[in-house]
């Protein structure tokens, strides 16, 4: 039931461009982002849920397949403060009692 | 507006003995929800509670338990400590219960080493 991360961790340089992808073996309600830097607390980014509504407070692109049961999370033109750890959490379904996330993916962006 | 806190920051502690943790979430919100967080599990769900209640648990063994007070406060216990309940135990506060739809705001975690 966890979701699976890809990939697990990716180094870029400042400016690239990189895409990461949370899939999930069951069908999903919606999935939720959240970015951790070492040694902080995880800070929401976006929920996306299914019928298209998104919900977030960063200007970070996100994507969710309802039919592929999966969302990609787009980080164009890296910025060094977009280093971290991306975990995504899913939920199965509406009113669903917990979020699922998964291992995470480790994004490291050098000057 | 004051973020999560949670109370002690670090903690080591030795097999058999049992420890308390404590948040306190963002003015207002009344859902508290603890996640164990492991490197090689990543975020695991504890349970949640709110208003006082507790509404839903994760896959954790029963000597993981916790409690919320009236002030949306909430402390976790883990009793008869095992070397694999090292790990950052965080809290998330959230104004309604439940995740639709809900963003949820984490406090920096409790560092718990079993030794």
């Known amino acids: 039931q966890q979701p699976v991360q890809s990939p697990q961790a990716v180094i870029l340089r400042e400016g690239e461009d990189a895409v990461i992808n949370c899939s999930s073996s069951?069908?999903?309600?919606?999935v939720h982002w959240y970015r951790q830097k070492h040694g902080e607390a995880p800070v929401f980014l976006m929920i996306?849920?299914?019928?298209?509504e998104q919900k977030g407070h960063e200007k970070i692109s996100a994507s969710f397949n309802e039919k592929k049961q999966q969302s990609s999370l787009y980080l164009t033109a890296s910025q060094l403060s977009y280093s971290g750890t991306y975990f995504c959490?899913?939920?199965?379904?509406?009113?669903?009692?917990?979020?699922?996330f998964g291992k995470g993916t480790k994004l490291t962006v050098n000057p | 507006k004051a973020g999560v806190t949670q109370t002690p920051r670090y903690l080591i502690k030795t097999r058999g003995q049992q420890v308390t943790l404590s948040c306190s979430p963002i003015?207002?919100?009344?859902?508290v929800s603890w996640y164990q967080q492991t490197p090689g599990q990543g975020l695991q769900f504890l349970f949640e509670?709110?208003?006082?209640?507790?509404?839903n648990k994760g896959n954790f063994p029963g000597r993981f338990s916790g409690r919320q007070f009236s002030n949306s406060r909430s402390e976790m216990n883990v009793s008869t400590l095992e070397l694999g309940d090292s790990a950052l135990y965080l809290c998330?506060?959230?104004?309604?219960?439940?995740?639709?739809?809900?963003?949820?705001?984490f406090g920096p975690g409790t560092r718990l080493t079993v030794l």
């Open positions: 998330a506060s959230s104004y309604s219960p439940g995740p639709t739809g809900n963003e949820q705001f």
């Open positions: 069951k069908a999903l309600y919606s």
């Open positions: 996306l849920l299914k019928g298209g």
């Open positions: 959490g899913t939920e199965l379904r509406a009113g669903s009692e917990k979020l699922v």
């Open positions: 003015s207002g919100h009344r859902s």
């Open positions: 509670y709110f208003s006082e209640t507790q509404r």
